[in-house]
Protein backbone atom coordinates (compact mmCIF):
# COMPACT_ATOMS: atom_id res chain seq x y z
CA UNK A 1 0.00 0.00 0.00
CA UNK A 2 0.85 3.96 -0.32
CA UNK A 3 -0.22 5.96 2.14
CA UNK A 4 -0.48 9.94 0.87
CA UNK A 5 -1.21 13.04 3.17
CA UNK A 6 -1.73 16.63 1.72
CA UNK A 7 -1.44 19.52 3.31
CA UNK A 8 -0.78 23.21 2.88
CA UNK A 9 -4.45 24.16 1.20
CA UNK A 10 -5.97 27.23 2.79
CA UNK A 11 -7.42 30.54 1.80
CA UNK A 12 -5.55 32.85 -0.52
CA UNK A 13 -6.78 36.25 -2.21
CA UNK A 14 -6.81 35.78 -6.41
CA UNK A 15 -3.28 36.75 -7.97
CA UNK A 16 -1.91 34.82 -4.73
CA UNK A 17 0.20 31.51 -3.98
CA UNK A 18 0.05 28.24 -2.44
CA UNK A 19 2.32 25.57 -2.03
CA UNK A 20 0.94 22.47 -1.33
CA UNK A 21 2.32 19.14 -0.11
CA UNK A 22 2.47 15.35 -0.43
CA UNK A 23 3.96 13.18 1.62
CA UNK A 24 4.30 9.70 0.52
CA UNK A 25 4.88 6.53 2.15
CA UNK A 26 4.78 2.78 2.07
CA UNK A 27 5.45 1.19 -1.41
CA UNK A 28 7.32 1.89 -4.18
CA UNK A 29 5.33 3.76 -6.96
CA UNK A 30 6.11 4.83 -10.72
CA UNK A 31 4.39 8.45 -10.52
CA UNK A 32 2.74 10.83 -8.32
CA UNK A 33 -0.37 12.80 -9.69
CA UNK A 34 -2.15 15.95 -8.03
CA UNK A 35 -5.99 16.25 -8.96
CA UNK A 36 -8.65 18.69 -7.99
CA UNK A 37 -12.48 18.62 -7.22
CA UNK A 38 -14.49 21.74 -7.35
CA UNK A 39 -18.23 21.59 -5.93
CA UNK A 40 -20.27 19.75 -8.33
CA UNK A 41 -17.59 19.23 -10.93
CA UNK A 42 -15.55 15.98 -11.93
CA UNK A 43 -12.51 15.45 -10.49
CA UNK A 44 -9.52 16.87 -13.17
CA UNK A 45 -6.44 15.94 -13.76
CA UNK A 46 -3.60 18.81 -12.76
CA UNK A 47 -0.14 17.65 -13.01
CA UNK A 48 2.35 14.51 -12.70
CA UNK A 49 5.51 13.88 -12.05
CA UNK A 50 7.49 10.11 -12.09
CA UNK A 51 9.32 9.62 -9.40
CA UNK A 52 12.80 8.18 -10.52
CA UNK A 53 13.01 10.54 -13.51
CA UNK A 54 11.36 13.56 -12.74
CA UNK A 55 9.17 13.45 -15.86
CA UNK A 56 6.38 16.45 -15.65
CA UNK A 57 3.23 16.63 -17.10
CA UNK A 58 0.82 19.09 -16.95
CA UNK A 59 -2.79 20.14 -17.86
CA UNK A 60 -2.92 22.82 -20.80
CA UNK A 61 -5.29 25.33 -18.77
CA UNK A 62 -2.62 25.28 -15.99
CA UNK A 63 1.14 25.22 -17.76
CA UNK A 64 2.69 28.17 -16.29
CA UNK A 65 1.00 28.63 -13.36
CA UNK A 66 1.47 25.19 -11.57
CA UNK A 67 4.92 23.82 -11.20
CA UNK A 68 4.99 20.32 -9.42
CA UNK A 69 8.22 18.91 -7.98
CA UNK A 70 9.72 16.09 -6.11
CA UNK A 71 11.79 15.33 -3.04
CA UNK A 72 13.30 12.39 -2.98
CA UNK A 73 15.25 12.34 0.18
CA UNK A 74 11.92 13.57 1.91
CA UNK A 75 9.30 11.29 -0.05
CA UNK A 76 7.51 14.89 -0.40
CA UNK A 77 5.56 16.08 -3.69
CA UNK A 78 4.71 19.30 -4.07
CA UNK A 79 2.26 21.62 -6.39
CA UNK A 80 3.56 25.47 -6.40
CA UNK A 81 0.51 27.43 -7.42
CA UNK A 82 0.54 31.09 -8.83
CA UNK A 83 -1.24 33.52 -10.25
CA UNK A 84 -4.49 32.02 -8.40
CA UNK A 85 -7.82 32.46 -9.74
CA UNK A 86 -11.21 32.11 -8.16
CA UNK A 87 -11.89 29.37 -10.69
CA UNK A 88 -8.91 27.38 -8.91
CA UNK A 89 -11.14 26.87 -6.12
CA UNK A 90 -11.08 23.24 -5.48
CA UNK A 91 -10.31 19.73 -2.79
CA UNK A 92 -6.80 18.96 -3.96
CA UNK A 93 -5.75 15.43 -4.42
CA UNK A 94 -2.37 13.73 -4.19
CA UNK A 95 -2.46 10.16 -5.70
CA UNK A 96 0.26 7.42 -6.46
CA UNK A 97 0.35 5.62 -9.74
CA UNK A 98 1.74 2.22 -9.34
CA UNK A 99 2.89 1.19 -12.57
CA UNK A 100 3.30 2.97 -16.55
CA UNK A 101 0.33 4.66 -17.64
CA UNK A 102 -1.59 4.32 -20.49
CA UNK A 103 -3.41 7.92 -19.71
CA UNK A 104 -1.51 9.57 -17.00
CA UNK A 105 -4.75 12.49 -16.84
CA UNK A 106 -7.22 9.97 -16.11
CA UNK A 107 -8.68 9.47 -12.46
CA UNK A 108 -8.42 5.34 -13.11
CA UNK A 109 -5.01 5.43 -13.42
CA UNK A 110 -4.13 5.79 -10.21
CA UNK A 111 -4.25 3.54 -7.89
CA UNK A 112 -3.86 5.46 -4.09
CA UNK A 113 -5.38 8.84 -3.05
CA UNK A 114 -4.71 10.94 -0.10
CA UNK A 115 -7.67 12.71 1.69
CA UNK A 116 -7.90 15.97 0.31
CA UNK A 117 -6.60 19.48 0.87
CA UNK A 118 -8.64 22.29 0.24
CA UNK A 119 -7.69 25.34 -1.62
CA UNK A 120 -10.20 28.39 -1.82
CA UNK A 121 -9.31 31.40 -3.94
CA UNK A 122 -11.17 34.82 -2.60
CA UNK A 123 -11.49 37.60 -5.36
Known amino acids: QVQLVESGGGLVQAGGSLRLSCAAS??????IGWFRQAPGKEREFVAR????????YYADSLKGRFTISRDKSKNMVYLQMSSLKPEDTAVYYC??????????????????WGQGTQVTVSS
Open 49 to 56: ITWNGGTT
Open 95 to 112: AADLGFPVNYARRTEYDY
Open 26 to 31: GRTFYA
